[in-house]
């Protein structure tokens, strides 16, 4: 079946309507699902998490590729349809949940236990709601090696921005401190049902086999860099005075003289090594 007749077969099953707020738009591009395979390197020894499986367009390419498949979706008028016409694939799990809740870990032990190699995270992801389950992903310390990602060019460029740029953010560091991140191909909205109103683009997360800095407390890190970015105009010295530890700004300034940092800099002007080095002397120099 086409991606168009399968989502007509959807509309004619008379349950479900396309919802915004939802941010679903269907992909019809066959050669752009055989450029995704592609570039998720997909092998039947890969276990893959599907983020929102629409319609189910993307997952039976995953399905045909992958070992294993489970596809998370959060509107409850999909279900019957993603059952009905993937259910007989013996590898499909699908839960009927919304992703930023769901536990992937236990998932994830239990593909590894069952021998798959590689753990991967695929999904044209719902615009509302990209940069949440990214930073979801990075935060839970999840056990994935690689994740292919539709998302809007905004946020692609934010992937891959440079420090001192005002793409540059939170979650440019979260992702590169983890991970290599590539803008692998653009995607027209002209591929979509319904048309989005912005252009995206496809982003490959390949994890770092090591990461460029030894951090004892990934959450810290993550706190200190959203601290950073919070109020991003303002000097560290100042932005960092509302991490819940801080004393005040002589504790912050030790801190960051501590990690040899100018404590004069803003948070977008420093590297991801050097927010790595910030938050694994954090909390030793606290006294
Ligand atoms: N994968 C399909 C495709 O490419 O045609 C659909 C992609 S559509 C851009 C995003 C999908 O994510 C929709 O099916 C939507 O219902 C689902 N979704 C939205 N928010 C979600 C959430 N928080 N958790 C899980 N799925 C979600």
Redesign the pocket.
Known sequence: MTPMEKIRLLQQSGSFQF?KS??????TDENILRKMAVTAKLTKADAVI??????G???EMLLQEAGSVLA????KS?IPFLQETLGHYPHFTLWH????KANLAEWITAQRAAGFQSIKVV?????Y?TTPIIMKLLEDGLDIDLMLF?IQKEVAQRLAAKPGTKDYGALTVGARFYCEAEKVFDVSPQVFIPRPKVASAVVRLTRHETPPADIPDPALFFQLVRAAFGQRRKTLLNALGTMPDAVDKADVARRLNDAGIDANRRGETLSIEEFARLASVWPDSSD
Do not use: H
């Open positions: 919802t939802l941010g679903q738009n269907f992909l599907e983020i929102g499986p629409g319609a367009i993307v997952t998370v979706e959060i509107d999909l949940q919304d992703v930023l999904g044209n992801l719902p615009y709601v539709m």
